[in-house]
């Protein structure tokens, strides 16, 4: 009993902190999904599925939630195996589309393993981040260079 009240408590909480409101039909701008790594593994593995929008699937023997908002931000979450290095954590990577047009790409985690496997994980989202966003910044700069300068802005 206690286990489904707090189950419930996130998805409330999650559905309030990401702007979404039943009747609110495109009223207000829907925020991107966070993380809470209080409710633990399991219950957020829970709570995101039922996401308003989300898209559940496998890739690469991982489940991956994704929600978007289009031309503004999409997030994938992905879901640790047992057996993986960091097992269980729960990744969160948020693209968000700047004025530039450039995507940027920033993560968090949460981590319910062995600490330093979970450091590694964080080192490496980093990294996937930074190479991530500095491709989306090359190709808008090719973009750029290749449009006429009598064409109109994007």
């Known amino acids: 009993m206690r286990a489904g009240r707090a189950i ?3 998805i409330a909480t999650i559905a309030a902190a990401s702007g979404l409101r039943s009747g609110s039909a495109g009223a207000e701008p829907v925020l991107a999904p966070d993380l809470d790594c209080s409710v633990g593994f399991e219950a957020l593995h829970n709570q995101l599925s039922w996401l308003p929008g989300a898209q559940r699937e496998r890739v690469e ?20 195996q ?9 990744t969160l990577r948020k693209f968000v589309k700047q004025v530039t047009g450039v995507w940027t790409s920033q993560s968090k985690a949460c981590g319910y393993g ?3 496997q979970f450091d590694a994980l964080m080192a490496a989202l980093k990294v996937e981040d930074t190479r991530l966003t ?6 808008v700069e090719r973009q750029k260079r290749e449009r006429s300068p009598l064409s109109p802005m994007p």
């Open 8 to 10: 419930a408590l996130a």
């Open 61 to 80: 023997g991982r489940d991956v939630v994704t929600v978007a908002n289009p031309d503004v931000w999409r997030v994938e979450i992905r879901f640790t």
């Open 82 to 90: 047992p057996g993986e290095p960091a097992h269980p954590a729960v």
């Open 114 to 116: 062995d600490r330093a």
């Open 134 to 139: 500095n491709a989306s910044r090359d190709d």
